[in-house]
């Protein structure tokens, strides 16, 4: 255990007990020298997911800014990749561990639920759709999975597997789960989209499934139907019967839920090839037969033609989502079409959202994560899986694998991958230097500041606000203002008042005097933030977080 590092970690008695806990686990996926290296998170940070975030990329939230530039941060691909990977021969995942999934933390424990399909795929006897099935997986670090034997599914005469049951079983090709602990209907806590398949004349058409479960183990469809050769009854479709892809992404917004997947059928506006689709529901079970089209990549505006939809710059399988309260963060396939299989490829952009309809690309056709080279687990192509996660200091999306130019031979596929950034360092706000200088067009000495969007402040609540940033000392600091809606300083947190950040950190609390919780504050306010210091251009600016509760005192 001496090499054991502590990057994501504080506690190192809980992580000596951890790895050794972890190390005694049937069935782990990791080799233990891993698990020496890295361990269990002892997480100090707030949950972001319950505050309002306004970050350095969301040009909603911050839309005014003066002198300053948005650079992208590109993720790092984990040293454990790929943190979960294909069965032995003989095993429910032998051919494909398909990270069209989810990652979700119930207490303290990771959960992930993916595509598994296995030597069954082989057997002509069998329905086509009947062997993919939904498997499940589990962690207690984000990092080193195990694959339980949940012994439910029987599978080539045994249940010595990690299948969950699905009542009924329908082939599923794409799951995304939602857990919703204050559902009053307890056997519905767990909430599943799956895409499966329905027959049409000679082909298989993409559908929607809702299941729910009170575990996330035992699944229950809610429409009343009875497969066909493990595929959906067209009668019985809870969308219209036409070929989707429907969850790419699966969330809840403004008391809807809603999903994302992709097609290629007409919209009420032209656009060529695959784009991402949402419909919604009020109550899980009967969803909306009209959709919106969620976003549509720049070269899509421009049509192909019939017979080459496979061509051209597309999204791929919708948004994978990531409910950040008052933001939406997503994942987006970015499909690099061709005539030919063998030429197409697929990497993943980054987009945001802050009505849970449009979503849009912060940074124009910038690549989130590249795909693979070739020989590497995931060349090719990647799939968007949702799992986000912020644990100790580091930001994990995780990923899948899907390399397209082997379609036509199908051969085995996928694993799941981990991406990381610094916890919630997406992208950095910086000091733009191109405007310095003496110059006709530059402008020396001038400002660099950006102004928020209006904030709502309940009635009777204390907020405490903090930074996510870098780069700051005595010589580069952030000077942070408080508005009204009419731009109106507020005077005991503004000017001479105004507070002073010269601290990194991922959630540094912003103090005005010695006050680190406000009340009494107006309705609406903004936020002023100004870059500082003979050093100001080492700033990071990446998130500002606010915080409210009930009121139990006085300002």
């Known amino acids: 255990m001496t090499r054991m590092t502590t990057s994501l970690f504080t506690d190192f008695a809980g992580n000596v007990s951890a790895a050794i806990s972890s190390l005694l686990l049937v069935g782990c996926l990791i080799s233990p020298q891993l698990f020496a290296e890295e361990a269990k998170s002892s997480d100090v940070y707030f949950d972001e997911t319950k505050v309002v975030t306004l970050f350095s990329f969301d040009d909603v939230s911050i839309p005014f800014s003066q002198n300053l530039k948005l650079q992208m941060r590109p993720p790092k691909r984990h040293a454990a990749n790929p943190a979960v990977q294909r069965g032995e021969d003989g095993s429910t995942d032998s051919w494909a561990v398909q990270f069209y999934g989810s990652v979700i933390r119930v207490d303290d424990k990771y959960k992930m639920w993916y595509v598994s399909v296995g030597d069954e795929r082989y057997d002509k006897s069998l329905p086509r759709s009947e062997p993919w099935k939904v498997a499940y997986a589990e962690s207690n670090d984000g990092i080193h999975w195990t694959k339980p034997n949940l012994g439910l599914v029987e599978v080539n005469g045994n249940r010595n597997n990690n299948l969950v049951r699905m009542n009924p079983h329908i082939g599923t090709l794409n799951v995304k789960v ?51 050769n493990a595929e959906f009854p067209e009668k019985d479709l809870v969308l219209p019967a036409l070929h989707i892809e429907p969850v790419g992404g699966m969330f809840k917004w403004d008391g809807l839920y809603r999903i994302s997947g992709q097609n290629a059928i007409a919209a009420t506006r032209p656009y060529h090839g695959r784009v991402s689709r949402e419909f919604i529901s009020g109550d899980f079970e009967k969803w909306s037969q009209a959709s919106a089209i969620s976003m549509v990549r720049t070269p899509q505006h421009t049509i192909l ?182 731009l109106v300083s507020l005077p005991k947190h503004s000017g001479k008042q105004a507070a002073l950040v010269r601290t990194n950190g991922y959630q540094t609390p912003i103090a005005w005097g010695k006050k680190t919780s406000l009340s009494n504050l107006p309705n609406r306010v903004r936020f002023k933030v100004t870059f500082e210091g003979k050093k100001k251009t080492d700033i990071r600016f990446n998130a500002l977080y606010i915080k409210s509760e009930t009121r139990t005192g006085g300002d």
């Open 178 to 228: 939602l857990y919703e602990p204050d559902e009053p209907n307890p056997e519905r806590r767990y909430k599943m989209g799956a895409h499966v398949w329905f027959p049409k004349n000679d082909v298989r058409l993409g559908a929607f499934a809702p299941y729910v479960s009170p575990d996330g183990i035992n699944w229950k469809l809610l429409p009343q139907t009875t497969p066909v």
């Open 305 to 486: 033609g019939p017979g080459r939809s496979r061509e051209g710059e597309q999204t791929h399988e919708g948004i994978s989502v990531w409910n950040r309260n008052n933001v939406l963060l997503g994942i987006s396939g970015l499909w690099h079409g061709a005539s030919e299989w063998k030429d197409v490829t697929i990497d993943l952009g980054f987009v945001v959202s802050n009505d849970g309809v449009h979503f849009r690309e912060p940074f124009h056709n910038w690549t989130f994560l590249k795909r693979g080279k070739d020989g590497a687990w995931d060349q090719g192509g990647l799939l968007q899986g949702q799992g986000f996660e912020n644990i100790g200091e580091q930001t994990f999306v995780y990923y899948g694998a899907w390399d397209p130019r082997g379609w036509e031979k199908s051969p085995k596929r996928g694993g799941v991958g981990i991406a990381t950034v610094p916890r919630d360092r997406f992208a950095d706000l910086i000091v733009d230097t191109t405007t310095t200088g003496t110059g006709n067009y530059q402008i020396p000495n001038t400002v660099s500041e950006f102004l928020t969007k209006s904030i709502d402040i309940a009635p009777n609540t204390t907020s405490r606000f903090y930074l996510n940033a870098d780069g700051l000392g005595d010589q580069a600091f952030l000077k942070i203002e408080l508005l009204d809606h009419k």
